[in-house]
């Protein structure tokens, strides 16, 4: 069974700190590897994708992420408490359906 | 652009009822997802369709579970009959061919089985 494996959390981050998400998946054949950001009571929306090795930045997010350890990650620099939320590391391990962790769940302490 | 339509928003039904989950993807988008997001489960895949044709229904729990698209800007997911665990938000989500694969979900609906 193909499975994306997440901390729940909760995971507490003063704010203007840099909080660090991790996420490993099973599926040795992914390519693609996407973060959604869940606020409690609404829908997930897409924070980053990466589909290579290494680091991709965008804005106070970087996506890192390693095929041979099997392990992507998010970093938010500079957090602030709105963003507070559920962040969702979703895997695409054949076809087009996405395989989602169950989330971790990021407090940011002002 | 609306974005993805989901209908009704909060469903509360008794256990034996039949249970119908509307959905309008964004115009132009080639797939549809069904998702089920629950505590202990998480998000998961229930179904999916590429140009109205489902491609992959794995994730259907139960023969309960029915999924359909007749057409580009619709489709429903039906439960029948309901029962108390299949309280759950379900999701559906669109997106083009195959673009970036980036999913935009619709709002949800929270279905709750008495």
């Known amino acids: 069974q193909k499975e994306v494996e997440q901390n729940s959390g909760p995971l507490s981050v003063p704010e203007g700190a840099i909080a660090s998400l991790n996420c490993t998946y099973s599926?040795?054949?992914?390519?693609?590897f996407f973060w959604y950001r869940q606020y409690s009571g609404k829908s997930p929306e897409l924070i980053m994708f990466i589909y290579s090795n290494g680091d991709k930045e965008d804005g106070r997010f970087t996506a890192q992420l390693n095929k041979a350890s099997q392990y992507v990650s998010l970093l938010i620099r500079d957090s602030q408490p709105s963003d507070s939320a559920t962040y969702l590391c979703?895997?695409?391990?054949?076809?087009?359906?996405?395989?989602f962790g169950k989330g971790t769940h990021l407090i940011i302490q002002p | 652009d609306a974005g993805v339509i989901q209908s009704p928003r909060h469903e509360v039904t008794e256990m034996g009822q039949e249970v119908t989950l509307r959905c309008k993807p964004i115009?132009?988008?080639?797939?549809l997802f069904w998702y089920r997001q629950t505590m202990m489960r998480g998000l998961e895949l229930l179904i999916y369709?590429?140009?109205?044709?489902?491609?992959?229904d794995s994730g259907m729990p139960e023969d309960r579970f029915s999924a359909k698209m007749p057409n580009a800007s619709f489709s429903t997911l039906k439960i029948q009959p309901s029962e108390p665990r299949d309280s759950a938000v379900y999701f559906c989500?669109?997106?083009?061919?195959?673009?970036?694969?980036?999913?935009?979900f619709g709002p949800g609906t929270r279905l709750t089985v008495l």
């Open positions: 369709f590429n140009n109205n044709v489902p491609i992959d």
């Open positions: 115009s132009g988008h080639d797939y």
């Open positions: 599926d040795r054949g992914s390519q693609s």
């Open positions: 989500a669109s997106n083009q061919a195959r673009a970036y694969n980036e999913q935009f």
């Open positions: 979703a895997v695409i391990p054949t076809a087009d359906g996405l395989t």
